[in-house]
């Protein structure tokens, strides 16, 4: 059973910076696909930045409009680690962050392409 664990998550001011993590376990991801998404208060879960990898590879990596430019995305294959660099954080991009991985290695910008989830991790951005 695959087991996925966010932390890094906190307050910060208008144009900061915070740095998730996502610790996997239970499987190594030599190839995979995993992803990171987020949940505004009573709005639904959205795409934020995923990453597909081969051998240690990535093949490539995409962004929801609203984050390009501002996010980053990467993976340590050695670690079995995901995280995500904010940047230049804005008020709307307070939420819950989720960490996801497909049990293959395909996945998309839907949610339902993905089998493995973490609990969350809240980021708070203020004015």
């Known amino acids: 059973q695959v087991q996925l664990l966010e932390s890094g998550g906190g307050l910060a001011q208008a144009g900061g910076s915070l740095r998730l993590s996502c610790a996997a376990s239970g499987r190594t991801f030599s190839s995979g696909c995993m992803g990171w998404f987020r949940q505004a208060p009573g709005k639904e879960r959205e795409f934020v930045a995923r ?3 081969s051998g240690g590879i990535v093949n ?10 501002r996010f980053t995305i990467s993976r340590d294959n050695a670690k079995n680690m995901l995280y995500l660099q904010m940047n230049g954080l ?3 991009d307070t939420g819950v962050y989720y960490c996801a991985a497909s049990a293959s290695w395909k996945c998309s910008a839907a949610s339902a392409s993905y089998d ?8 708070t951005v203020s004015s």
Do not use: F, H, I
């Not at 490539?60 to 430019?69: H, L, Q, T, W």
């Open 51 to 53: 990453t597909r990898w």
């Open 60 to 69: 490539y990596a995409d962004y929801a409009d609203s984050v390009k430019g």
């Open 90 to 92: 804005k008020p709307e």
């Open 116 to 123: 493995y989830w973490g609990q969350g991790t809240q980021v």
